[in-house]
T-cell receptor, first 112, second 114 residues
């Protein structure tokens, strides 16, 4: 089983739509969770951290369910500029430190 | 200059060549990382340096050799690479060696081995 699993997509949505991405992780010892955004042929950039109580940043809402080892990202009122690949990232314990483990990403295409 | 900068942006090398990738961070971070990103695969952690000491060598072949002369600079020395090593190589840094606040990535070096 992959450490972090995501639906690769692509998700094709019109502008203004609401879209949700899901992610599951296998390591119950994971402590921190993030969503990164990666544009085509660019580096990943931190979009938001994900907290147990859920958190919102403008049009973006992230949720964490530790019992189910499940993370979600909701994007409301999609913009053309939201088109990108969204990477689910969790920490996992390794020898003496916590490493970041990345999913393969979910591709979003927002059309006019 | 701010952030994490990587050079070169693109590199084409033959299998017998020796080249180096350079990464520099201007954020005052204490940890630096090398990741490999191949098509349709998740980012793979290669090396981790925390306070200039290597803390992770993720079973990477010896044809990849990292060097961290100080907390702001990280190199990846390449020699006798294989075509399957062609990928995007990303450098990242974080405030601590745990990365709990997330990473800042450089723009990457797109490597093609011919």
């Amino acid at each position: 089983r992959k450490e972090v699993e995501q639906d690769p997509g692509p998700f094709n949505v019109p502008e203004g739509a609401t879209v949700a991405f899901n992610c599951t992780y296998s390591n119950s010892a994971s402590q921190s969770f993030f969503w990164y955004r990666q544009d085509c042929r660019k580096e990943p950039k931190l979009l938001m951290s994900v907290y147990s109580s859920g958190n919102e940043d403008g049009r973006f809402t992230a949720q964490l369910n530790r019992a189910s080892q499940y993370i979600s990202l909701l994007i409301r009122d999609s913009k053309l500029s939201d088109s990108a690949t969204y990477l689910c990232v969790v920490t996992a314990p390794d020898t003496g430190f916590q490493k970041l483990v990345f999913g393969t990403g979910t591709r979003l295409l927002v059309s006019p | 200059e701010t952030g994490v900068t990587q050079t070169p942006r693109h590199l084409v090398m033959g299998m017998t060549n020796k080249k180096s990738l350079k990464c520099e961070q201007h954020l005052g971070h204490n940890a630096m990382y090398w990741y490999k990103q191949s098509a349709k695969k998740p980012l793979e952690l290669m090396f981790v340096y925390s306070l200039e000491e290597r803390v992770e060598n993720n079973s990477v072949p010896s044809r990849f050799s990292p060097e961290c002369p100080n907390s702001s600079h990280l190199f990846l020395h390449l020699h006798t690479l294989q075509p399957e090593d062609s990928a995007l190589y990303l450098c990242a840094s974080s405030q601590d060696g745990i990365g709990l606040a997330g990473y800042t990535f450089g723009s990457g070096t797109r490597l093609t081995v011919v």
